[in-house]
T-cell receptor
Framework: TAGITQAPTSQILAAGRSMTLRCTQDMRHNAMYWYRQDLGLGLRLIHYSNTAGTTGKGEVPDGYSVSRANTDDFPLTLASAVPSQTSVYFC?????????????FGPGTRLTVL | GQNIDQPTEMTATEGAIVQINCTYQTSGFNGLFWYQQHAGEAPTFLSYNVLDGLEEKGRFSSFLSRSKGYSYLLLKELQMKDSASYLCAVRDSNYQLIWGAGTKLIIKP
């Protein structure tokens, strides 16, 4: 089982350009999440989706957009990248079933905006 | 505001025991998670506490005191492969995870 895959693994992007980070899960989880991880800071939630067709804003949503057309895919788009969006981006999923509701993470995308 | 505090870095010796503390102040509490993250890799789930007390899972144990807003992760019989960052996260009243910055654990032979 692949679990969660993300693409690309890494990317260098010029400021002002747009980019879509891809995330696909094969666990049929209801919920999906996008986090960014920066040195010295905890994981910060960008956007989430509790079920296909719905999305919500997390702690740091500005400059990012998401869509959830189906259960498996949850792409994250940067419309016009800025250097402060340089970070490692993790996609995660959970099944929202029961109290535990563990989040499972993809391998991450390392993005550098110059 | 919401806050999760963990030590930035700890060092321990192979074969020893180490305790990593986590204190939290959040809007609501619906469980506390510990994750392990090796350098350059994704976080992976270690443990979950929602009631006070100790949860033991092999060499790893996690403790929770909700009244004190405090948890710790106890790692026994340390191995070199335990060198990693350990992330504490609390699920708040909105059922979102609030993450600490992580504790980098360095294991020395």
């Amino acid at each position: 089982t692949a679990g969660i895959t993300q693409a690309p693994t890494s990317q260098i992007l010029a400021a002002g350009r747009s980019m879509t980070l891809r995330c696909t899960q094969d666990m049929r989880h209801n919920a999906m999440y996008w986090y960014r991880q920066d040195l010295g800071l905890g994981l910060r939630l960008i956007h989430y989706s509790n079920t296909a067709g719905t999305t919500g804003k997390g702690e740091v949503p500005d400059g990012y957009s998401v869509s959830r057309a189906n259960t498996d895919d949850f792409p994250l788009t940067l419309a016009s990248a800025v250097p402060s969006q340089t970070s490692v981006y993790f996609c995660a999923s959970s099944d929202l079933a029961g109290d535990l509701d563990t989040q499972y993470f993809g391998p991450g995308t390392r993005l550098t905006v110059l | 505001g919401q806050n999760i505090d963990q030590p930035t870095e700890m060092t321990a010796t192979e074969g020893a025991i180490v305790q990593i503390n986590c204190t939290y102040q959040t809007s609501g509490f619906n469980g506390l998670f510990w994750y392990q993250q090796h350098a350059g890799e994704a976080p992976t789930f270690l443990s979950y506490n929602v009631l006070d007390g100790l949860e033991e899972k092999g060499r790893f144990s996690s403790f929770l005191s909700r009244s004190k807003g405090y948890s710790y992760l106890l790692l026994k019989e340390l191995q070199m492969k335990d060198s990693a960052s350990y992330l504490c996260a609390v699920r708040d009243s909105n059922y979102q995870l609030i993450w600490g910055a992580g504790t980098k654990l360095i294991i020395k032979p």
